[in-house]
Nanobody, 116 residues
């Protein structure tokens, strides 16, 4: 059974940094795509950053130039470096992984709180 576990969330002041990590376990072969979504209170879940295996990354306009996604296939992890955080970045952040077949897996989320 595939399991994704996020870590690294917490509270930070505006302008600060956090690094989220997501560890995948139970897999036999690498995922085609991994990334991060977030959901703020009362809002829909939105894409933050995605990374295709051996390919390009994609970022939401609101985080471009502030967040950086990376992955380590040997460790089955995907990370999100978040710099120059803003109060509007406050949300639950979810890791996901997608196979070429389209099957997706999701973590349970980690909370990021940015105070003004």
């Amino acid at each position: 059974q595939v399991r994704l576990v996020e870590s690294g969330g917490g509270s930070v002041q505006a302008g600060g940094s956090l690094r989220l990590s997501c560890k995948a376990s139970g897999i036999i072969y690498p995922f085609n795509e991994m990334g991060w979504y977030r959901q703020a209170p009362g809002q829909q879940r939105e894409m933050v950053a995605t990374l295709v295996d051996g390919g390009s990354s994609n970022y939401a306009d609101s985080v471009n130039d502030r967040f950086t996604i990376s992955r380590d296939n040997a460790q089955n992890t995907v990370s999100l470096q978040m710099d120059r955080l803003r109060p509007e970045d406050t949300a639950d952040y979810y890791c996901y992984a997608r196979r070429l077949t389209g099957v997706e897996y999701w973590g349970k989320g980690t909370l990021v709180t940015v105070s003004a």
